[in-house]
């Protein structure tokens, strides 16, 4: 467990869990990522609403660059993959998260924030999902 | 106003992702490694990140949702769908899938686009592209 830090993760967590939480107060939306990423793609909504998806991603880029150039707090993001691997974990989570519409924050975070019984199966199922996965590629094929 | 607000709740919420090292997909892959417990390898942080945001998520929540309107005026958008389908099962089964292959879900894949990694980038444009194709034929519907 030398990896466990507990404390930056209740920090980290609840910083997300306020960020989705005035969303949805304040814009009455749901932070869901995929959600907000998917609708760029196929907009419908006249008004702002393309804006606001927009400016809600440039905040997730803009966020950690500050942290990471202005402050000390370190933090890496290693992918260590083959590149056919990243494409179709890619292509995977795009194409599941807009089939069982939605994601670890949409479902994990806001859908049981609202005590959503459907966001519970989809987070089950994507939980359920990684751990097998990771168990085959790590432990039944020793890595990929 | 609203846009305003999208911006700094996406900046808090790339914070969030930051300090926790979710925006590190080996923090994600040694939580959903519940099979190295047995040898001390197990990493929980991700559990901890899911307890904190439900905590203070939660509580908003419950006040939010009883809103008939966002206080930054139009309409309360909450889902209404309710039904447990095969569809929403199979979605979340491909995508814990490749969430396991990588290590990235959305968010954190968004975020670590701020490190500027190629690897990042063509997960971001693959997955893209995998919403995107979905939504060609109605997947989303």
Same mark, same amino acid.
Request: net charge positive; hydrophobic share 50%; charged share 10%.
């Given at each position: ?144 | ?12 919420? !790339? ?24 040898? !001390? ?10 307890? !904190? !945001? ?88």
């Amino acid at each position: 467990m030398e990896n466990f830090t507990p404390i930056s993760a209740l920090i980290g967590g609840g910083l997300i869990g306020l960020a989705s939480g005035l969303y949805l107060l304040l814009n009455g939306r749901i932070a869901g990522i995929s959600g907000i990423l998917g609708g760029l793609l196929t907009p419908t909504k006249g008004g702002s609403a393309v804006f606001e998806r927009l400016a809600f991603i440039i905040g997730l880029v803009v966020g950690p660059f500050i942290l990471m150039n202005a402050t000390e707090i370190e933090a890496q993001s290693v992918v260590t993959s083959s590149l056919p691997v990243i494409i179709v974990a890619g292509l995977l989570v795009g194409l599941g998260t807009t089939i069982g519409s939605g994601c670890t924050s949409g479902h994990g975070i806001c859908g049981l924030s609202r005590f959503s019984l459907r966001s519970l199966v989809a987070t089950l199922s994507f939980m359920a999902a990684g751990f097998v996965t990771v168990l085959v590629t790590r432990h039944l094929m020793g890595g990929m | 106003m609203r846009i305003i607000v999208s911006l700094i709740c996406g900046t808090i919420f !790339g914070f969030g992702l930051y300090i926790s090292g979710m925006i590190d997909p080996q923090k994600v892959l040694g939580f959903l490694d519940i099979w190295a417990i047995a040898d !001390g390898g197990w990493d929980p942080s991700l559990a901890f990140v899911m307890g !904190g !945001g439900l905590a203070v998520a939660i509580p908003i929540f419950q006040f939010a949702k009883n809103r008939t309107e966002a206080v930054c005026g139009g309409e309360m958008s909450l889902p209404t769908n309710r039904a447990i389908t095969t569809k929403l099962v199979v979605g979340g089964l491909l995508f814990g899938t490749g969430w396991g292959l990588v290590g990235y879900c959305p968010g954190p894949a968004l975020s670590a686009l701020a490190f500027g990694h190629t690897d990042t980038i063509i997960f971001v444009v693959a997955m893209i592209a995998g919403m995107g194709g979905a939504r060609a034929i109605g997947l989303n519907k």
